[in-house]
């Protein structure tokens, strides 16, 4: 394990100051804000704290309402909705200076046998072929509107070993083309056996790269290319079947639509063996600077 990922589940370890009141503190942005795949990732623990260990997240709704500020601690309250015999509900209000910035609603389920199906996994490249991202970045220093960005997304993914099957959109500006991207995930280190903790890093790392297909679709290379300025405003994840998130996982993202200065990202993880793991929809402010 190295030292970046030790730190992100320090990050993950919240302080519950009381019995369903939880505060965490934010790492260094790239951006002048709170990552929104930190404190959801952050909500879902103070969540899965408050429910037995015998049952497994299957599913997380959420809205982001504002913008997260990184110096400050972000305090977790948690609401016990429901306690059913097979499913759990859980309610989380983040708040920051006396006002909501995230709210998650997370449902829990005992294990339960069933019918089984699910979508194939679609072709892809081996991930251990495929460059990293420290590999890949410096090669694209001049299109970023800061020379330092470069520096600022390698600390921030350090954790997270993040391998992009085609050109990321930074890569491509200026040449539109199908609203589609994959990339490969895993950690940088291996990780205990702990469902809660390997599904708050999945929920993590989704909110990293999943609006990447609309810009594809326009040949925009987003925030750090300076041509667009966006935020995610809504997230859901479901949760199908078991996984690592210390071994490979397929993340396959496509853009359905665009319009009203928003973009719509769903996506399907799977494992490296062909299992349909997790399903994902996002939806963000991407607006073209003026």
């Not at 302080?15 to 930190?38: K, L, N, T, W």
């Not at 306690?83 to 829990?108: C, E, K, M, N, Y």
């Amino acid at each position: 394990m190295n030292k970046a990922l030790e730190n992100l589940l320090d990050l993950l370890d919240l302080e519950r100051i009381e019995q369903d009141i939880f505060r965490g503190v934010s790492r260094s942005a790239i951006v002048p804000r709170v990552f929104g795949g930190q404190v959801a990732a952050q909500a879902l623990v103070a969540a899965g704290r408050t429910v037995p260990e015998d049952r497994f997240t299957h599913s997380l709704h959420a809205y982001f309402l504002r913008t997260g500020d990184p110096s400050a601690p972000i305090v977790y309250t948690v609401d016990r909705i429901r306690d059913g015999r097979s499913f759990t509900t859980r309610r989380v209000v983040a708040v920051q200076h006396g006002q909501p910035i995230f709210h998650l609603s997370a449902s829990f389920q005992t294990y339960e046998e069933g019918m089984e199906h699910q979508a194939p996994m679609p072709p892809s490249t081996d991930p251990d072929s495929l460059p990293t991202a420290a590999e890949t970045l410096p090669r694209y220093t001049d299109r970023f509107v800061d020379p330092g960005t470069v520096d600022r997304l390698l600390e921030a993914r350090a954790a997270i070993d993040l391998r992009y099957v085609d050109s990321p959109p930074y890569a491509t500006v200026g040449e539109p083309r199908e609203p589609r991207s994959q990339v490969w995930f895993r950690t940088n280190g291996k990780l205990a056996d702990d469902h809660l903790l390997h599904v708050c890093l999945a929920t993590y790392v989704s909110d990293m790269t999943l609006l990447d297909s609309v810009l594809l679709a326009h040949g925009r290379g987003g925030w750090a290319t300076g041509d667009v300025v966006g935020a995610s405003l809504d997230h859901a994840m479901w949760f199908h079947r078991p996984f690592r998130a210390d071994e490979w996982l397929l993340y396959d993202q496509e853009s359905p639509s665009a319009s009203g200065s928003r973009g719509l990202g769903q996506a399907r993880i799977y494992t490296r063996d062909g299992r349909l793991a997790i399903s994902v929809i996002q939806e963000g402010v991407v607006r073209v600077p003026r």
